[in-house]
């Protein structure tokens, strides 16, 4: 995860050859490199400075992402990007956008054409528009802002992208400082994609700590989360991630 919290990456354990993993801080990219059957991809994750910002730093994080792409293509790697770009694409590329493209929409653009990448929102394998629904008192905001963008070796093995517009996967907090459950404004995307491999990892037997689908699951774990504090206080503290998320373990099965 990155230094502000605000990128994270999980990989399935049997993704165990990891070369490197690239913590761009204090621009937000994360980058980091798998290798199944020999066929090496760099996964680029990227939070994108806001619209209202100067100059120097929206070309500081676009130059830096147009790096790394040309990195990993020097590396022989193919590339992923997975980001909040905070920018608008625009409806010239994608069907039903509700905006014009957007300062920062051009300077990624840029990123893409240069780069010769696709953006996978814009294609026909993707299913919905918004990623981003934002509820004042006056008005809903609706924007494009979140994307997969992909080289054409990838986008070969490509068969799906969702954005889930019915939020039935949305990202919640069920602890917020103001209260009560708070949801995120973006919508998931979700992208599949076809990468053949040979399991050859052998892990040990998973552990069930609940069984959220059983009432005594969903029992202990409401006793847990409404009438104690165990598990949020393993993370008020400024203990490494690793040691937080070792106690909220431990706690979970006392």
């Known amino acids: 995860y990155s230094e502000s919290q605000v990128l ?23 980058v980091v490199e798998t290798n199944v ?16 910002s100067d ?9 830096q992402l147009d790096i790394e792409v040309k990195k990993s293509k020097l590396a022989g790697a193919e590339i992923c990007i997975e980001m909040d770009a905070n920018a608008k694409i625009g409806m010239e590329l994608i069907p039903n956008d509700p905006h014009n493209q957007s300062p920062n929409g051009k300077l990624l653009k840029k990123v893409i054409d240069d780069n010769d990448l696709i953006l996978v929102n814009s294609t026909s394998v993707c299913k ?3 990623t981003r629904i934002r509820k004042t008192v006056l008005s809903t905001e609706q924007s494009v802002i979140d994307y997969f963008i992909v080289c ?26 103001m209260g009560g459950i708070k949801e ?25 700590i609940f069984d959220y689908k059983s009432i005594e699951g969903q029992k202990k774990f409401y006793e847990l989360t409404s009438n104690s504090k165990a598990l949020i206080q393993c993370f008020n503290n400024n203990k490494t991630f690793q040691a937080q ?3 909220w373990h431990k706690n979970q099965t006392y």
């Open 8 to 30: 994270a990456f999980q990989l399935y354990k049997g993704y165990h050859q990891i070369p490197f993993y690239r913590n761009l801080c204090p621009i937000e990219i994360l």
């Open 37 to 52: 059957n020999d066929t090496k991809t760099r996964y680029i994750n990227a939070y994108g400075v806001q619209e209202n």
């Open 55 to 63: 100059d120097e730093n929206k070309e500081a994080f676009f130059n």
């Open 128 to 130: 919905g528009v918004i």
């Open 152 to 177: 054409k070796n990838l986008y070969k093995r490509v068969l799906a992208m969702k954005i889930d517009e019915e939020r039935l996967h949305v990202l919640t907090n069920y602890f917020s400082s």
């Open 184 to 208: 995120t404004d973006h919508n998931p995307l979700i992208c599949t994609v076809n990468i053949p491999w040979n399991k050859t990892n052998t892990f040990n037997k998973r552990n069930e």
């Open 245 to 247: 998320a070792k106690q």
